[in-house]
């Protein structure tokens, strides 16, 4: 069982509301990601890390921003919510060594933006 | 560009049956190949991985999944279908080359289990 948390699990909010999700792992990872996945669709890498003050865009674009300030946390914020955000948004970690690059998937958070 | 294809979007299988969920992946080195399975509304669990040596590997919940380098496959399959097997499976492949390590993802496939 992967120890890996987001929170909210889901989240109804209205437009231009500021909006955090949380990630945490507890295994000590130094790789981290967050991909968009709309319902029954693939998943799109919005954002990755690959350790603490490390960041970088994923292939697709997103109005989102994430910060790395400690290993265990890469949290990802909407400074303005808008309907077109409404997504299931995945965080995933993985160790990041080779034969070892399992990622590991939180539970997602499914946010609603009225 | 390395890319994974699931060339079905939907199967639908009887109770009992056997299955086989397609992969297809581009990749001009060894692959890190992966197969996930992810319920409603939940994230995704992992079901096997391959990285290397035997070509045939076993999974979680009765699940197997064959390497074939000649065919740039990866499918993956299970004897006998259970009803909370329904769910979305997606197969990924690990992006060596650029040094970034990102997954590609395929589309998925949704697969409905008739009881």
């Known amino acids: 069982e992967a120890d890996i948390y987001q929170t909210p699990r889901y989240l109804v909010i209205g437009t231009g509301k500021k909006i955090t999700l949380e990630c945490s792992q507890t295994?000590?990872?130094?790789?981290m990601y967050w991909y968009q996945q709309d319902p029954g669709m693939e998943l799109h890498l919005i954002h990755y890390?690959?350790?603490?003050?490390?960041?970088e865009k994923g292939d697709l674009s997103s109005e989102s921003t994430v910060s790395r300030i400690r290993t265990e946390h890469f949290p990802l914020t909407l400074e303005s919510a808008r309907p077109s955000h409404t997504s299931q948004y995945l965080c995933?970690?993985?160790?990041?060594?080779?034969?070892?690059?399992?990622?590991?998937f939180g539970p997602g958070t499914r946010l609603l933006v009225l | 560009a390395q890319s994974v294809t699931q060339p079905d979007i939907h199967i639908t299988v009887s109770e009992g049956a056997s299955l086989e969920l397609r992969c297809n992946y581009s990749y001009g080195a060894t692959p890190y190949l992966f197969w996930y399975v992810q319920s409603p509304g939940q994230g995704l669990q992992l079901l096997l991985k391959?990285?290397?040596?035997?070509?045939l590997v076993q999974g979680i919940k009765g699940f197997e999944a064959e390497f074939k380098r000649s065919q740039s496959s990866f499918n993956l399959r299970k004897p006998s279908v259970h009803w909370s097997d329904a769910a979305e499976y997606f197969c990924?492949?690990?992006?060596?080359?650029?040094?970034?390590?990102?997954?590609?993802f395929g589309t998925g496939t949704r697969l409905k289990v008739l009881a």
């Open positions: 391959y990285f290397s040596g035997d070509t």
């Open positions: 995933a970690s993985t160790l990041g060594l080779p034969y070892q690059e399992t990622q590991y």
């Open positions: 990924a492949v690990v992006d060596l080359t650029s040094g970034t390590y990102k997954y590609i």
């Open positions: 890390s690959y350790g603490v003050n490390s960041t």
């Open positions: 295994m000590g990872h130094d790789k």
